[in-house]
């Protein structure tokens, strides 16, 4: 069976498409739309509850849209309402699982780096994962403050950027960490500015390729994959803001993954309202 009801992926803002560069590659037939809810971005430091009627409203537009599962393309969302999502929808839910294992498992200094946002670090599956795999490393976690709104702006490749970057990692390095695990999926976008400021034998962690690999695992189980290539597959993207840094960011992932997002439509200020 062959299922071509489009995928739907949702974040705060922009940085769900660092997720959505990992489908593409992973699943290059199937159509997504997008939902960045940029209005409201970002999300961090609100409480739980607003979160949760937040990403109800965009999981029942997506719904309305005709999504056959939903990809909560943000740490965030993933840590305050999948569990509430997963109880209330019967759509399959894939989030977000902070790269702890992997940096982990990986980890020659017995030192690992988490960066991520204030409210990824209160959820139940950061607190678990690290107890459950980081109990006998030393983790050194920080709050980007201020990050996800440089990349919302477009400004993610400036001195402002490196700066505040190289506050957050100053004081991971003085652990000694070889491994750095992007927590909050805006962060990928700062990839080439990292790269500059850490010492070479700093591994980068972005957990998108993984969750991608999930997502295909997750339409196989549902026999939901869209088995063949067909000329209607479609990108829709929808803000509830503006969607120029989408514009931006979109055009990025084509040219560094060399996949077409075929079909592209956006549309701006596309409120979905909080009942
Ligand atoms: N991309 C979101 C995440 O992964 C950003 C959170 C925010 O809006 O603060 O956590």
Known sequence: ???????????????????????????PNESFIYFADSANCPYGSKPKDEIIALSSAITDFLISMGCKVIVVACNTATAAAIDWLRENYSV???????????????????SIGVLATAGTFKGRLYIETSHKYASDVNVCYQVGEGLVEL??????????????LLKYVKPMLECNIDQLVLGCTHYPFFKPLLEKILPPNVEIIDP?????????KVLVENQMLLDNSVDSTYHTFYSSGSTDVLKVLVSKIEEETGCELRNRVFFDTFIVPVS
Request: no cysteine; net charge negative; charged share 25%.
């Open 92 to 110: 399959p839910f894939i989030g977000m699982e902070p790269a702890i294992k992997p940096a982990a498992l990986n980890t020659k200094s017995k």
């Open 208 to 216: 998108s390729p993984a969750v991608a690999k999930q997502v295909l």
């Open 151 to 164: 990349v919302e702006q477009g400004i993610e490749n400036t001195h402002e950027a490196e700066d505040l």
């Open 1 to 27: 069976m062959s299922d071509s009801r489009p995928i739907g992926v949702f974040d705060s803002g922009a940085g769900g498409l660092s997720v959505l560069k990992a489908l593409v590659k992973e699943l």
